[in-house]
Every structure is written in C-alpha cells, then in structure tokens.
C-alpha cells in the first residue's frame, strides 16, 4: 500500500472496504501528520514551483495528491492502481505527473480512456499548464502558445490529441517526450480491441479504468507486451465494477493508492455539507466510499454471477460423505482442450468421478459404465449431453445395457411452470444448481469448480432466465466449462428415492430452512431438487 501507509494490518479480505476499516481516529491522526511532513518534500516544493489553481494561486498538493503525483513522476512501482473518490482531483493531478515526466524524460506516454472527451480533460489540463508556465511552454512542439487566442484553439480542437515536448540531454542532444490519448470509445468492442492493439509502449496509464471491460483491458496490457521488464501500467479510477480493476486490487504485484471522502474531508478538498448532500444521492458508496460493489453485483452488459466466489468457497469440501443414491451426469468434450467429464451427486455432496481431455467417446461410454457399477447408480438417474459429439452416447449405453437419458439442454422446458421461468433447460438445471449449493450442498474439492465462477445469468425480453451462451463466453475468452456442465446435468432426472437416515433428514431440514429464509432474495424459485 502507497497510501495511506497507517500503521495498522490491514487483512487481504479487508483490501476491497479499507475505508470501513481503518479506524477515524487513526486515519485523523496519520493525515494530521502527513499534511505536515509533505511540505517537507522536495517533489511537493516542485509542483508549488511549477503548477498553479485556477485562481492563480500555488498548487500545494495534499498528501493523496502527492502520493499520485509521485508514483507517476518518479515511476517506482511498475504497476499501480489509484482507487480515489469522484471529484477529488485525480484526473487534474495525473495529468500534472505526466507533464512533469515527459518533459523530463524523453518517453512516450499512452493514456487509455473511456471516450475522447475524458481524455480531452486530461490534455487541456497539460495545455493549460503549459501556456501558464514558460518552462513548460518553451518545449512544447508545433505549438506556439505565445498569445491567449492559440490557446483558445488548442484548447478547442477536438482532433488534438498527442502533445510533443523538446528536451535538451545532458550530452546537447535533443530528445522528445509525448503524451497521446487513446479512445476505447466505439460502438464495437471488437473495433475498440482492434484499434488499442495498433499501439504499443513502455508506459500506459487508463483513465478510469474500471468503465473498461476485462476484454478491453487486456487488449491494453498487451500494449506492454514485447517492451521488456521496464514498463508501466497505472490504473485510475472508481470501482464501479468487480472486473479487471477490482482483481488489480487484490494483487499484492500492484501498489495501491486509496483515496475516499473520509480522506478528502481530512486534507481539505471536500466541505461537510457537501458530503452530507452526496449521501442523498445513488452511488455514493462507489463515489465516494470507493467500496467495490458485491458479489453478485450486475455488470454492464446485464449478467450476474449464478454463485459468487464466496459461495463456492463455504460449498468447498475435503469429506466425501454421499447421503443416500446418486445422480450421474456426462458432458463429454467437443473439441480442443475441452475435457469429458463424468460428475455424480448425492443429496448433500457432488464430486468430479472422471475428467480428461484426450479420451475417446466410445471409451468415454466405458468410463460411464463403470462409474454406474462402482457406485451402484440407478440408471433413471443418469444424464448425458446428447448435442453435437454426444449424440451417439445415449444408444452405445443402450447396447452396454444401461439406458442413461440423452438430454439436449437447448430445449424447452418440460414442465408449464419452467417453461414460464427459464428460455431453455440449461438454465432451469443451472438454476437448480444455485439453489442446492444455496441451501447447503456441497463440493469435493477439485479446482475444476471454479469454472462455476464464470456461469452469468440475466432475464430475456419476457423476463426469462437466460444463461451465457458458450459461443458468448468463448467471445470473452472463457473456457467451455465442463465440470458445471456435468454437474447441472444431474438435476436433469428425479433421484431415486431411498430410505433417509436421522443424519441426512436434518441435513435435509436445513436445506430446506436455508431455502426459505433466502426465497425473498432470490429472482427466481426453483423446486424438486
């Protein structure tokens, strides 16, 4: 952590709600100080010297400026993350450590923003500080600022958007610095991917960052790609999002700058009664808390998470203790590195019975046959995609003797009352899949769950659940997730009945109390699973 550098241990769960971690009087007290101590820095005297406000006065910078304008200026830390409050003046402050940089060192400098009028801020920011001040006026490039009106059009020019500076070396040579803003603003993102990835370069800062999505985002680290050890990557901006900018976070590879209200009230930059009026309105807690959203957040194309990585943890399991007869589902693999995978459930445990990605499909209906007679699974209860590759599956079990159903999950549901719920039968077994491990069902532990993280849902035009495709979560990058697949195919079929023992009807009481108490906040009511 850059800043604040409290002296206090700050736990990894606590990195996504610091502010409502760190205590007010401990935070009060290290900011009282700080205010102090920055005055004693020689990079704070600086920007006193070189920058001014907007009524002419000396900028003196507030610790969290600071702390912004120097992992900028100095470029210490290759890779940096600035989570700060709306209207602290970050933005103003980044562009001022870029300036001072570039006309310092001959580098070429990429700021990624959302839209070009975010980044039309950031470069007005720079060409007014430099018609203000002669030194960084005098090596500006194919500009001349010497009157007001040339700064009035450049300020205006809406195609503008690299700045060049001339910097005379130590050994006479001149050198240049620049700054250029690169868009992600169009209506396509595969445009947006294929226009970032015309550029390249060794420092990259994007402009609020987490309005970028993780498909965009990594089109912009690859910028970095083929620089070397000596790059840069600063990311800036609010957590609107638990994307990209929220794992950055939690990685201990990036240093982190936290600025919320609470800090700004401290230095100065923000007066109480302003605050009190923010409460009022929406967002706050990302505005100005720079709290990251929850788990199950929506994101900006609509989808929510079917399980939060919180979930899956508390359903994680070291016990196989099966209560009862099991389930059987199969998703064998269609292509590539995609696996054929054999899951088997119990009432209150599911485990992964069989994966790999090389075997063939006939021998696949072997390893099926098998785990049907190793468990003593009754064969109603057995599943088995039947699109694509798995179409012969469901007659080859037929010939060993064991007629597990072929089940094609694009379907309509069988039922009225799912037809109404759910576009297709994969979302109805998805579904059913959330509301097991909701009330209690568990997971042998295998790392192949995790793919469960990666399931999205939202409501179509009728208001039915509708699943992420495959084809779209291939778009985004996302492996075909064949464990979930195998798992959801479990709720295809009834379970047997079977005789309950005193343990599994308690286990089954609090599945159902588990149930209950989350119906109101569920969006949907799954039943007979």
Known sequence: MLFPQVNIDIPDEMLENIGGFIPPEVLSSYIAEQIEEVKKDEFWHSGKQYFMNEDESEWEMSPGELAIFKAILLRQHPRVEICSSTQYGKTLTTARGVLARIVTFPEEWLLVVPDLKRGKIL???????????????????????????ALNRLLEEKSKVKLTFQILGDDTKIRYGSVEIISCDARRKQDVINSIMGFGGRNVIQEEASLEDDEVDSGIFRMLAGKGEDTFLCKIGNPFYRNHFFKTWLNKNYHKIFID???????????????????????????????????????????????TETELKNALTDTWNPFGALTLGADPADSGDNESVIVERARNVARIKFANSKIELIDFCGKISDAIDEDKI???????????????????????????????????????????QFVNKRAEFAWAVREWISGGGKLFRDNRWYQLLNIKYREDTKRKLLLMSKKEMLRKGISSPDAFDALSLTFARPQVFYTKTLEQEQFEKRMRQKQLKGKDKKPFKMTGY
């Open 123 to 149: 470069l007005n920011y720079m060409i007014q500080d430099s018609y203000n001040n002669s030194y960084f006026k005098d090596k500006l490039v194919g500009v001349n600022l010497a009157e007001k009106t």
């Open 261 to 307: 209200y609470r800090i700004g009230l401290l230095e100065g930059r923000y007066v109480e009664s302003f605050i009190e009026e923010a409460k009022t309105k929406p967002k706050f807690d990302i505005l100005f808390e720079c709290r990251f959203p929850s788990e199950d957040q929506i994101d900006t194309e609509g989808w929510s998470p079917l399980i």
């Open 378 to 420: 009754d064969v109603r209860t057995g599943s088995v995609d039947k699109i694509g590759v798995g179409a012969m599956i469901p007659g080859e079990m037929r010939q060993l003797g064991k007629p597990i159903q072929g089940i094609n999950v694009g379907e309509s549901c069988d039922t009225t009352e799912h037809k109404v």
